[in-house]
Structures are given as structure tokens and as C-alpha cells.
């Protein structure tokens, strides 16, 4: 059964199949119309004949007389010698039977009925009537009145099969109708030639269309069916050993849309493996890059300052920092390092751009602070120095927004500076978080010779400062909308008692829970700082 359905499925088949039924219909239809055509011209050429003995007939009649033995019912030798040349015509032409009579509507009075010796009834005597086969009354009727011819043919079944019949009028001297004169030709011969037709136009038929369908199958299997079957087995061998191309669609040469498609094939193979080929050595590049990416990710990691614990000796501080970066490689970075017993120095930056560049940017700007405030010099103349340093050799024109402080933590005193930087917030013991705004100078490595202002500010125990970048304010859900400076200051006082970790948690939530499922555009970077005062 299962191979009976494959087979179904068969080109071969479906082909073979379609054009034995079309085969069938063309010898039906080609049989039916000649068998029409021919029936015609037969059942013509019957009726012509009939017609053609009723005018031998007629001739043998004079009108005259036929009316007077109407009229009188009287005969004489001249009707016994009229009924004997008609008896002679009807055996001689062998007709079933002439008749001559005259029409009322459809009946009939009979003057002469010259019937066949076989036939079963008695013929009719003069002055017996009958009735006209009522089919024939409109024809008759219009034969009577006109004298003309009729188109129609007359045609009739008795126990002699089927006949036709001719009806041609009488007159007499004065030119008018008189009476009807019919004769019956039994078609005797008409069903055996057209069945002998039948048989040899169906035989005929038969053989030359098998014949050309035979002829035209094996004519498909070789320019078609072949050839899509080799297309077939080719582009499977093609999908099981993935890269060898066929060299056997060469020998499709149909000349056709077929060896186009062999062409097209051949060339989708020969394109496949050229996209597999860039695409492995695309993918290995890709990895190459990734992992690439992902050591320096790691080095960038590795370069943040420990927050866990940052610095456990030092009760007066909690400090607590984090970035999650947009790509493999971020541009923020933050830093906080001891300067000296008593100081610490708190550092988050946002560098231009994304990937290893940025990252390298970072390494550079990240080691010349950290190097500057180390050195003993002043927020304000560190960024300073570090600001000619970066012009000097910057051609990328890539730039740097930073914010430093140095808080001491014996007294309280933060002294920081702002390089084009967002402003951080400030919870005051007791307070809610404000925004720590003031004068902020130009970013670094945008222009050499740059000055920059410090200013200070007297922390208390329980104050928080709190840091970011512009990636926490600036980022976008679904409709366009920004987080906002006012979304982060909210969040900020809704948890303004809770420790820098637990703060830090809290508003990277709040940003994920309004960016929703819309990937993150820009690095988050985050750091928050707790003075508890001098211990």
C-alpha cells in the first residue's frame, strides 16, 4: 500500500494517467462527432432516395383521375393499371410502402396503399381512412397548403426498424392539390454501417492515440521525467554531503526551462558553499572577536576596585559601587582609593563611545587620575593635568566626563570637581537626597589648557553621596521615554535610610522595571558613599 501511494505520486504516472484520460476524451468526442456527421449524411441520402421514388411515382399518377376516384369511389382499368406500376416501383426500390391519400388535419383518405407483403396489417382499400403519424402534421399540413418541399425529414419506427418518409402533393389539371403522395424506405442498412463505423472509428482511434501517447510518454520520460528525476537525486546528494557540488547537472541539455533549472541549481550549490565558506570563516572571526572582548571585559572588571568589602578597617565609610555594561566592553567606569591614612578619593567617568577603544581610553584616563591625586595634587589640578596629558596624544577625538572628590575622613571635608559630568545627589542626615549642583567645567580631552574649579562641602555622619552616569537618567523603554533626574530622585528618598548596596539595588530595579523588555543603549554605573563619621 505504500508503494501504491509513492507511485500515485509518480511524475511518470500522474503524466500517463493524464494523458490516457485526455486520450479518451479526444477518441469519445472525436467518435460522437463523426458519428453525427456520418448518421446525417446517411439518413440525407435515405430521404433524398425517398423522395426521388415518390417523384417515379407521382409521374405514374394523373391528378384528374385520382380526384374523380375520390369523389366517386368508382375504379377502372386505368386505377388497376396505376396500382400495378406502383406495386412494381415499391418492389423494384424495395420500400416498405407508397401510399397517395387525401389530408384533412390528420386524417387521411386513401386512394391507393401499395403496402409490404411482410407487414401485418391489411393495406388500405380506396375510400378507407386513417390517420397521419401526428408528428408529421404541421410538415404535412404545410405540404398541402404550399405544394413546397419541407426541411425537416420525416423519420419513423415499425417492426422494420427505422424509416423515413417522403410526402409530395397530387394536383390536378387545374393546378391544384388533390391529394398527398408518401412513400416509407426502411433505413435497414443504417444501424449496421454505423455501427461498423462505430467499431472502426473507436479501433482507429484507439490505436493512433495510443500510439502517440506511448510515442509522447517516452518522448517526457527522457526530456522531462529524466532529467527532473537526476535534478532531484543531485540536489539531495547535495543536502546529505553538504558541499559537493554535482557535476552531473551538466548533462541536463533539454534547451528548456528544465536545463535552466538544472543551471540555477547548480549555482545555488556552488553559492551555498561559498556563503558556508565566509560564513565558518565569519563565525571564527566573530569568536576570535568575542572571546577577544570577553578577556577584556574581564580586565576591565578586574581593574574596579573591590567592593566587597571595600575598605573593612575603616568604620568611618561605607562605600558600594556597580556598572553593568551594554556591550561586552562598557565606556563608564568608577574608582575609589585611599590617599594617604585619612583621605579617600571617589571617581565615576563616562567615556565617548562603546567597545575596546573606549575601554582602552579608560585604562589611560583611569591611571593618570588615580596617578595625579597620588602625587598630592588637588582635584582641580589633577583634572587639569590629566587634560593636557589626554590632548596630547588624543587623535580618536574621543572625551571623558568625569566627577572627583576627596573626602578626609578625620574631618568631613569633601573637595571635588566636575568635568562635564552629571551631577551626583546628596542625602544630608535627616534630609532627603538633593542634587548637588554647581559650576562644572569643560570635559576632559576636549580642549588643552583647560582650568577647572574645585569646591567643598562639610559632610555629617549619616550623610550618602550618591553618583552615577547618564546611562541610569537616559534610559528608554518601548515609548521613548526617558527615566529622568526626577524618576531617580524619587527612588533615591524611597529608600533614603538604606545602605549604599541596598540603594544601589534599588534604583537599577526601578530602571529595569521602566525599560521593561527594551535592550539597554547605554552602560549603568552607579557608586554611593556613607559617612559615618569619625570613630
Known sequence: MKYARQYKQNLSFKLTAGFIILGILICSTSCTISYMK???????LYNDTAYQIAEVARSYINGDDIERYLKTGIVDDKYESMGEKITTLRNSMKVNYIYIAKLEGIDLTYIYDVDNPEDQFPPFALGDTGQINPKFREDAKKIVTTGERVDNYFYSHSQFGYNTSAIIPIYNSQN????????????????????????????????????????????????????????????????????????????????????HLAYAIKKMEIDINEYIKNLTETTAEKERISAELNIASQIQTSMLPCISPSFPKRKEIYIDAMMRSAKEVGGDFYDFFMVGEDQIAVVIADVSGKGVPAALFIVITKTLIKNQVQAGYSPAEAFA?????????????????????????????????????????????????????????????????MNYIQFEIQLHKGDTLFLYTDGITEATNRYYEKYGEYRLLAVLNQNRGALPKTLLKAVVDDVDLHIEDTTQSDDLTMLALTYNGRI
Not at 229 to 252: G, M, P, Q, Y
Not at 390 to 412: H, K, P, Q, R, Y
Open 176 to 259: 391544384e392539390i388533390i391529394a398527398i403522395l408518401g412513400v416509407e424506405i426502411a433505413m435497414e442498412k443504417l444501424h449496421s454501417n454505423m455501427l461498423e463505423y462505430i467499431l472502426y472509428a473507436v479501433v482507429l482511434s484507439t490505436i493512433l492515440i495510443t500510439f502517440f501517447i506511448l510515442l509522447y510518454m517516452n518522448y517526457l520520460r527522457r526530456k522531462v521525467v529524466a532529467p527532473i528525476n537526476l535534478i532531484t537525486r543531485e540536489a539531495l546528494s547535495f543536502i546529505k554531503h553538504e558541499t559537493k557540488v554535482s557535476e552531473h547537472l551538466d548533462k541536463v541539455k533539454t534547451q528548456d526551462e528544465i536545463e
Open 38 to 44: 456520418y448518421k446525417s449524411v446517411i439518413e440525407k
Open 385 to 449: 593635568t590629566v587634560n593636557s596629558q589626554l590632548c596630547e596624544n588624543s587623535d580618536a577625538g574621543m572625551f571623558v566626563t568625569a566627577w572627583m572628590g576627596i573626602l578626609d575622613i578625620t574631618t568631613g571635608k569633601l573637595t571635588y570637581v566636575n568635568a562635564g559630568h552629571t551631577p551626583p545627589l546628596l542625602k544630608t542626615n535627616g534630609g532627603g537626597f538633593e542634587y548637588l549642583k554647581s559650576h562644572s567645567g569643560f570635559v576632559l580631552a576636549g580642549l588643552k589648557e
